[in-house]
């Protein structure tokens, strides 16, 4: 790529559907049907322009028969592999820990509350809670690092310091804290979501940061994420967040466009602050 600042991490979300319905999702999902011969050379044509880290995400990446083949294709031709899941196509099988042991290098699950009650509410799906628990406790004492995503909206804000005691004693690699941001389908769920920044800073500051001892945690206010990488769905096709109107995505091009990285580039600047400084758990700082 061109520019020395440009990302070096690139998103690719499977946007046929969802076994979930968050009403804050910000995917846009179609019906376009996933091909791995398709998905595979949009994760080679990432290496190519210089990537070197893809995260796959949602709507759910193991909902993809291929998976597989895609995970392992991007680990071998040398690209940190990052896989977020709601994990309830994640089955607890050795088939599926041999492959996030030896392939994935991030396993990013979500928790968005400390009690069955708040995250079953923040997911719309009464019993996910219990199974986020199940598959930690089958994780457990695997070779694999877990990042715990958890957004936090009006809903359940009042339950930060509850969660961080949970999340605590669940010991995960990485705690992500993201602020709900309404952009996209996303700005459907505002009216019962909006959170303030400020606000949100403020609640961040009830967790207690002595409780953790191996745990990163990351904060991400919604404003900082805007224009720092490429958000890409399985067809290939590159969004970044819009910066006008600002609660929307902008079409960038697709991946194999000859000038596709210098519009990157141009469009996306250098990676953000918190993400730059965003493995905080030696000095206990919350951003
Ligand atoms: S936020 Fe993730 S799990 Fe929820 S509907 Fe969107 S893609 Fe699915």
Known sequence: MSNIESPKRAIINFTKKC????????????????????????????????FDSVTFGGGDPFQFKHLDFIIKEAKEIGLFVHVDTHAITLLENQKNAGLLESYVDLLGLPLDGSTGEVHDRMRGSTGHYELIMSRLNWLRDRSIS??????????NVSDLKELGKLMSSLSPNRWSIYQYWPVGPARKAASENALDVNQFREN????????????????????????????????????????????????????????????????????????????????????
């Open 19 to 50: 076994a979930l319905s968050c009403e804050w999702c910000y995917v846009p999902f179609g019906s376009q049907s996933i091909s791995k011969e398709l998905l595979s050379s949009v994760v080679k044509r990432l290496r190519d322009l210089g």
């Open 146 to 155: 877990i990042k715990i995503n958890t957004i936090i909206s009006s809903i």
């Open 204 to 287: 961040i500051s009830v967790i207690n940061l002595k409780e953790f001892n191996n745990t990163v945690i990351e904060v991400n206010t919604a404003e900082s994420r805007r224009k720092t990488y490429p958000i890409l769905n399985h067809l290939g096709e590159v969004y970044v967040h819009h910066e006008y109107p600002v609660d929307d995505f902008e079409f960038v091009g697709q991946i194999f466009d000859t000038n596709i990285s210098d519009k990157i580039s141009v469009l996306c600047g250098q990676e953000r602050r918190e993400v730059v400084a965003r493995y905080i758990a030696t000095d206990k700082r919350v951003n």
